[in-house]
């Protein structure tokens, strides 16, 4: 059971918009800044967001982050075959004491 | 470019040990915390360890803490983790992860970048 709950799959048509949704508790996303994570099949996970709506360099345009209370968004506009990847939110909660992940939604570009 | 190697997977039986290594190259490894990341196939992400830029602190997870040990060796650029008595449920794909801040612990940090991952199983 993670400890943030994300739904376990998403879809969309290329070109359309699509959100991931990230809920925690008051102990972690209330109280911390949450980023995001995409991971290519095959691949090691790479940083897509960070500080609740950052983009590092290299990443397009087209991902951003939102928080708002004990949830946090994902939001991919002008949906591309290659956005195709599992999606996990992460934050550090201050009960556990340690950094948490939602499981992860599994992204298909129908 | 930053780039994390990691190193030292392989096949186990259950309760003997494994050393894990990960070199780091492309930043100043000794100014920034690690950690351990490690993922079943096929499922989520689970935070396993992290250390200080120092090794004057470390972090478990409860599932590992007593079994595994978190260390580095700044000179080498390398992070380790050390698994004793392996149980079949540690059986993952383990990450080596550079933290964005000398400390482990806290809110305000992220992961990036992410190594490509030591396999380890854990079966007789």
């Known amino acids: 059971q993670s400890v943030l709950t994300q739904p376990p799959s998403a879809s969309g048509t290329p070109g359309q918009r699509v959100t991931i949704s990230c809920s925690g508790s008051?102990?972690?996303?209330?109280?911390?800044?949450v980023n995001w994570y995409q991971q290519l099949p095959g691949t090691a996970p790479r940083l897509l967001i960070y500080?609740?709506?950052q983009r590092p360099s290299g990443v397009p345009g087209r991902f951003s982050g939102s928080k708002s209370g004990t949830s946090a968004s994902l939001a991919i506009r002008g949906l591309q075959s290659e956005d195709e990847a599992d999606y996990y939110c992460?934050?550090?909660?201050?009960?556990?004491?340690?950094?948490?992940f939602g499981g992860g939604t599994k992204l298909t570009v129908l | 470019e930053v780039h994390l190697a990691g190193s030292g997977g392989g096949v186990v039986q259950p309760g003997r040990s494994l050393r894990l290594s990960c070199e780091a190259s492309g930043f100043n490894f000794g100014d920034y915390a690690m950690h351990w990341v490690r993922q079943v196939p096929g499922k989520g992400l689970e935070w396993v360890s992290g250390?200080?830029?120092?090794?004057?602190?470390?972090g478990y997870a409860d599932s590992v803490k007593g079994r595994f040990t978190i260390s580095r060796d700044n000179a080498k650029n390398s992070l380790y983790l050390q698994m004793n008595s392996l149980r079949p449920e540690d059986t993952a794909l383990y990450y080596c992860?550079?933290?964005?801040?000398?400390?482990?612990?806290?809110?305000?940090?992220?992961?990036?970048?992410w190594g490509q991952g030591a396999r380890v199983i854990v079966s007789s």
């Open positions: 500080s609740d709506n």
């Open positions: 008051s102990s972690n996303i209330g109280s911390n800044t």
């Open positions: 250390i200080t830029w120092d090794s004057h602190d470390t």
């Open positions: 992860v550079k933290d964005t801040s000398s400390s482990w612990s806290g809110g305000g940090h992220w992961f990036d970048p």
């Open positions: 992460g934050t550090w909660d201050d009960s556990l004491i340690r950094p948490v």
